[in-house]
């Protein structure tokens, strides 16, 4: 069974950073890609960023340039840099993989899960 591990959120000022880590944690045969997404409460979730198996990494307009978004293939991690944290970026921020998986008849099925959830806060 495929779960994302979250790490790396917390309280900060605003014009301050924090890294997210998000870590597959089970078998997964292959990532088509991997991202993070962040909500409010009363609000829908929200792409953040992403990046595909090969590298290509995708940004909401609302973070181009404050954020990046990386991955080490061979620890299965991805990672959010968030630098210059607006008040406005307070949100539970939630890991999601989309990949496949392949049973040992060769089945493959597509998987996507998503982490717990970490809370970031920015203070004004």
């Known amino acids: 069974q495929v779960q994302l591990v979250e790490s790396g959120g917390g309280l900060v000022q605003a014009g301050g950073s924090l890294r997210l880590s998000c870590t597959v944690s089970?078998?997964?045969?292959?990532?088509?890609?991997m991202g993070w997404y962040r909500q409010v409460p009363g609000k829908q979730r929200e792409l953040v960023a992403t990046?595909?198996?090969?590298?290509?990494?995708h940004y909401a307009d609302f973070v181009k340039g404050r954020f990046t978004i990386s991955s080490n293939n061979a620890k299965n991690t991805v990672y959010l840099q968030m630098n210059s944290l607006r008040p406005e970026d307070t949100a539970v921020y939630y890991c999601?993989?989309?990949?496949?998986?392949?049973?040992?008849?060769?089945?493959?099925?597509?998987?996507?899960?998503w982490g717990q959830g970490t809370q970031v806060t920015v203070s004004s």
């Open positions: 990046i595909t198996g090969g590298g290509t990494t």
């Open positions: 089970g078998s997964i045969f292959s990532i088509n890609t």
């Open positions: 999601n993989l989309d990949g496949r998986n392949r049973y040992s008849d060769a089945t493959v099925v597509p998987v996507n899960c």
